[in-house]
């Protein structure tokens, strides 16, 4: 048993109780991908999502990618659904976990399933998502404060679906998404925790005048 984990989803992978396997039949076409031993909706969200986001601060393979290639799968299809909705709470704690990690590559990942977290819902109308998470944004920003100006680049072994971007860059587009989709007092709030971030808003109300 690999004992270099660094959160309880390693362990619980180990010994066999999570319902992901490393899918061998796309040896070749793709290393980064996963097979669920379930339907994805017969999770239960308040368990397995928090246990797959504290998954965010593995480093070692095959940990790492199973962790977050299982918070996207399940971010994208309970969504939609309320799933996440229901038990943000437990999802805010286990996020900060990887945010607040020191480590680049599981930074990136937290960040950018914090956006795939924001806009779930956003396909069918909802929203709901997005401003749930007013209350907590006090709580989740004064960390990514540290990386607002990182030109790092995030790299495959970061969020590879924005490799090419830089962490700086990643974290802007969620602080300007808490903007727009958490509402009333999300700017007032932002800027308290990052002082040097300009409202998207009302940099696009200045240029409607102009």
């Known amino acids: 048993m690999n004992e270099s984990f660094c959160s309880e989803f390693g362990r619980v992978f180990d010994e066999g109780n999570l319902p ?23 999770l239960d969200y308040g368990f397995h999502l928090p246990l797959f986001l504290q998954g965010l601060v593995e480093t070692d393979p095959p940990y790492s990618f199973l962790a977050f290639e299982g918070c996207v799968d399940m971010i994208l299809v309970g969504g939609s659904t309320n799933r996440l909705l229901v038990v943000l709470d437990k999802l805010v704690v286990a996020l900060k976990m990887s945010l607040q990690s020191g480590h680049r590559n599981s930074v990136s990942k937290g960040v950018y399933v914090m956006l795939l977290m924001l806009k779930c ?90």
């Open 20 to 42: 992901i396997c490393i899918d061998q039949g796309v040896v070749g076409a793709s290393k980064r991908h996963i097979g669920w031993k379930c339907d994805l909706l017969a």
């Open 121 to 210: 819902d956003e396909k069918v109308g909802y929203g709901a998502m997005g401003k749930a998470f007013g209350p907590y944004l006090s709580r989740i920003l004064p960390t990514l404060n540290l990386y607002v100006g990182d030109k790092h680049r995030i790299g495959g072994a970061g969020a590879y679906q924005v490799a090419e971007r830089s962490l700086g860059d990643l974290v802007t587009e969620v602080l300007e998404c808490c903007e727009t989709k958490v509402g009333a007092g999300a700017y007032k709030v932002i800027k308290c925790c990052i002082p040097t971030y300009q409202s998207v808003a009302l940099n696009l109300i200045n240029k409607n005048r102009e």
